[in-house]
């Protein structure tokens, strides 16, 4: 046996020994609910001290067989990001500047052109690069 085995013992059986002792010295503090529980719990921490150090020689050769462990290689497969989404509103160009401009501007942030023009007959929406209406026929220019 060894010195820590020994002395594993002998604080296990002194906590129980205080238990029970606790227990029948007939302290009203010890007889509490609440005194119980406390000697209950000194005694099982020295069951546990006990049984901790009668077991330690049992547990220390049966260390568990290193067990290898395969480090697989996690295949992060980095997957390309998918296209952006095409946004609908950009990609227009302002005929004036050349800028690109949103396809729901009206007139171009940049320069002031008009983006959006109406047919002066029809009232229709029309490019303002068209030279004629498309739904007229009325010449733009
Ligand atoms: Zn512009
Ligand atoms: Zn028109």
């Not at 067990?67 to 095409?86: G, R, S």
């Not at 023009?117 to 220019?141: D, H, I, M, N, T």
Request: include cysteine; charged fraction near 15%.
């Amino acid at each position: 046996m060894k010195g820590r085995q020994i002395a594993g013992l002998v604080i296990g059986l002194i906590m129980i020994f205080l238990g029970i002792g606790a227990y029948f010295s007939g302290e009203p503090s010890s007889q509490t609910t609440e005194g119980r529980i406390a000697i209950g719990f000194v005694m099982l921490l020295g069951l546990m001290a006990i049984l901790g150090a009668v077991s330690e020689p049992s547990k220390k050769p049966a260390q568990a067989p290193q067990t290898v462990t395969t480090v697989q290689t996690v295949q992060t497969v980095v997957e390309p990001l998918p296209p952006p989404p095409p946004d609908m509103l950009a990609g227009a160009k302002c005929t004036a500047c050349g800028r690109e401009v949103q396809a729901d501007f009206v007139a171009c942030p940049f320069c002031g052109n008009s983006l959006k023009a109406k047919c002066p007959s029809c009232g229709k929406q029309v490019q303002p690069e068209f030279v004629a209406c498309p739904y007229c026929g009325k010449a733009l220019r």
